[in-house]
């Protein structure tokens, strides 16, 4: 079992090296798109089912009820920031723009990297059952948007049920629970998309992070930034004691209420014609400061 600081380290240097990548020409910004693609839709959905097929089910009934602490934290985030900048008296669109990356963290695609390298598969199955949170709240999000700005919630819940790692959760928690057997040849498969997600997931972030542009909204994007870096691991820290968690679950609960802000919602703020340069400056400088502040979070607590 990694460091903390050893972890992140590692995961920020493969960020790095996508970012290095773009600049000599080697990789393009548009890659970004081919590459989360190839995670979405193939290694992120075999890291989640072979993580789930592989764990003893009596763990997984253990911690089913993690993504409450998610549910929880992200409710609370997005309502206080909704009266932070209601108070303040921004445009709707603008307002939601920030609501959303305040509102759900990246547990997928950051967390479960992060949990992997400090924890293995006893935290990273944990993450994923916290990822759980994180669907829930895109629909949520996304019949919100719907009312406000117009949409179709059926094209949502398409979309919702069309996630790839959400029939990886179903497939693996029904084929642990029947004990299905996938064969050897089917297992090492798996298992080698499984080991192409994280460094697929931090080579990808480091493509997409742009640093131009930063410093514009610098006092709307630090609202964010706080809220998300510092308010949820605190509130996660009071739900997690308060409902009883200990030991791991608690230890993983903390990282992912941690995380920065959602790459995810960006999609979110673009579809619904936001003001998605704010939402997409709070996922580049809330990423950069989690290397300060999760490692800080843990040794406190």
Not at 192 to 217: H, Q, R, V
């Amino acid at each position: 079992m990694a460091s903390v600081e050893t972890t992140i380290i590692a995961i920020f240097s493969m960020v790095f090296l996508g970012y290095i990548l773009k600049k000599i020409d080697l990789l393009k910004e548009t890659d970004v798109d081919t590459l989360n693609k190839i995670v979405i839709n193939v290694t992120l959905p075999a890291m989640v089912f072979i993580t789930i097929y592989n764990t003893n089910f009596l763990i997984l009934q253990h911690i089913a009820t993690l993504p409450l602490i998610g549910i929880i934290v992200s409710v609370f985030c997005g309502i206080f920031m909704y009266s932070v900048f209601t108070l303040k008296k921004y445009s709707e669109k603008k307002k939601w723009a920030l609501i959303l990356p305040a509102s759900v963290g990246n547990t997928g695609f950051f967390g479960f990297p992060l949990t992997f390298g400090i924890f293995g598969n006893e935290g990273l199955i944990r993450a994923i059952f916290y990822d759980i949170s994180t669907l829930i709240m895109f629909l949520s999000l996304s019949a919100i948007l719907m009312f406000k700005f117009g949409g179709n919630i059926k094209d949502s819940l398409k979309s919702l049920f069309k996630f790839p790692s959400l029939w990886a959760i179903v497939l693996g928690i029904l084929f642990n629970f029947l004990n299905v057997p996938i064969g050897e040849i089917l297992d090492i498969s798996i298992n080698y998309l499984s080991a192409a997600t994280i460094p697929l997931i931090m080579i990808s972030l480091g493509l997409s992070i742009e640093f131009k542009g930063i410093k514009n909204d610098i006092k709307s994007t630090s609202w964010v930034v706080f809220t998300k870096l510092i308010v949820s691991p605190v509130l996660a820290i009071f739900a997690l004691k308060f409902l009883g968690f200990s030991t791991l679950n608690y230890s993983i609960g903390i990282i992912e209420a941690s995380m920065p802000c959602s790459m995810l919602m960006l999609v979110l703020s673009i579809e619904h014609d936001l003001d998605f340069k704010l939402t997409a400056n709070c996922i580049a400088i809330s990423t950069i400061f989690t290397l300060v502040t999760i490692p800080t979070l843990l040794k406190i607590c």
